[in-house]
């Protein structure tokens, strides 16, 4: 049984960085991770993807509006997850959310590739 526990989220200013993490469970080398976001009223959207083991920098998947400035890692030791934010923009304010899939060979940017998801944690950037 995966579980993802997201936390890390905050209060930031516009220019600022936040780091989010997402305490994983029952994870292997079979899956892949995502980042997603939401804001009331709008559809989840792709953040940032990576397999859980193994790969290279090449298997890191962005979206457009965050590449440069976000970058997603794990730490297998801790069974953690992170998604590194710098120089933050109002419009990245959002809840975001750790997902997981029981495949690893491609990006896996659709929410409805996921199986798993948390709870999400909610970051705000004030202008």
């Known amino acids: 049984q995966v579980q993802l526990v997201e936390s890390g989220g905050g209060l930031v200013q516009a220019g600022g960085s936040l780091r989010v993490s997402c305490a994983a469970s029952?994870?292997?080398?079979?899956?892949?991770m995502g980042w997603f976001r939401q804001t009331p009223g709008k559809e989840r959207d792709f953040v940032a993807s990576?397999?859980?083991?193994?790969?290279?920098?090449?298997?890191?998947y962005y979206a457009d509006s965050v590449k440069g400035r976000f970058t997603i890692s794990r730490d297998n030791a801790k069974n953690t997850l992170y998604l590194q934010m710098n120089s933050l923009k109002p419009e990245d304010t959002a809840v975001y959310y750790c997902a997981a899939v029981g495949r690893y060979s491609g990006a896996y940017t659709r929410v409805s590739e996921y199986d798993y998801w948390g709870q999400g944690t909610q970051v705000t950037v004030s202008s």
């Open positions: 990576t397999k859980w083991s193994g790969g290279s920098t090449y298997d890191k």
């Open positions: 029952g994870v292997s080398s079979m899956h892949t």
